[in-house]
């Protein structure tokens, strides 16, 4: 039987301030030319990486396009870029100071008991607030490093709080990722064992059990830093420094790759 694994608030809010007052620091740093350098996402510039990161936080009309439907991601997405096209340094500063305000005052209005309740439909099921707040917690950690690794070559998310949220949120939610695992691999048991920081986490294909302990054998191994697992299932093979290994059932392990490969419903 799985031991439940939960998100407590208070992680939250600690990991929302550590990676906000890292991507400041780094803003302070950066010149015009820097904002308009290139960074790992495809298309985008620095400063449109940052137009995506405060659009959502300062912007409920944005969230309400999202959330009703009326507007795609991508199409908020450029919506936004425009609208920040030509935001100095000082300003970005500011509104990720006021973003920032709003999400941990949006937090802070939340109960605690209904804070791990899936109470949230989305496309493929459904999800917690938890969960969508360490949906929030991926996107800032992962943007971060994709404006910090071109210009300063940085290549790790190195907070060890924030890795643990992540991938805590990331098998919570991996069943929803497109395409879907088979109906043959449901109840199926995955384990991984990631390292920098060592954490192991076991999960029921196809249900929302994961935890950190269980009496079963696992049908499938993965092994992986835990930074290389991370980027493969956001999508940056270029970050990922040592192999991914996966031992056991190797048709389980298959369709896994096929769905850790695809886009996730927070990218």
């Known amino acids: ?41 495809k298309g985008w510039a620095v400063r449109d990486v940052l137009s995506h990161i405060i659009g959502f936080e300062v912007s409920l009309l944005d969230v309400a396009k999202l959330v009703l439907g009326i507007k795609d991601l991508d199409q908020i997405n450029n919506e936004q ?46 999800v917690s607030l938890a969960q969508i707040y360490g949906d929030g917690i991926a996107d800032r950690a992962i943007h971060y490093i994709d404006i910090a690794n071109p210009l300063r070559g940085e290549s790790f998310i190195k907070n060890i709080l924030s890795i643990d949220i992540i991938l805590r949120f990331m098998f919570s939610c991996i069943h929803m990722l497109g395409p879907k695992l088979p ?70 392990a298959k369709n896994l790759k096929a769905t850790l490969n695809s886009n996730a419903f927070w990218e």
């Not at 608030?9 to 301030?17: G, M, V, Y």
């Not at 830093?225 to 991914?244: C, E, M, Q, W, Y």
């Open 183 to 252: 109906k043959a691999a449901k109840g199926k048991l995955i384990c991984i064992e990631t390292s920098k920081p060592a954490k192991i986490i076991y999960w029921n294909v196809g249900t929302n059990h994961i935890g950190s302990e269980s009496n079963q054998k696992p049908d499938l191994y993965i092994t992986s830093s835990a930074n290389d697992f991370i980027f493969l299932v956001t999508g940056r093979p270029k970050l990922i420094k040592n192999n991914v290994i996966l031992k056991g059932d190797s048709i389980l």
């Open 81 to 126: 870029t425009l609208r920040y096209k030509n935001t100095s340094k000082q300003d970005f500063i500011a509104l990720l100071n006021k973003g920032q305000k709003r999400i941990l005052f949006g937090l802070s209005l939340i109960p605690s008991f209904i804070f791990n309740l899936k109470l949230i439909k989305i496309k493929n099921g459904k």
């Open 1 to 41: 039987m799985i031991k439940s694994m939960q998100i407590a608030k208070s992680e939250i809010r600690a990991t929302f301030i550590n990676e906000r007052e890292r991507l400041l620091s780094l803003i302070a740093t950066l010149t015009d030319a820097d904002l308009n350098a290139p960074s790992l996402c």
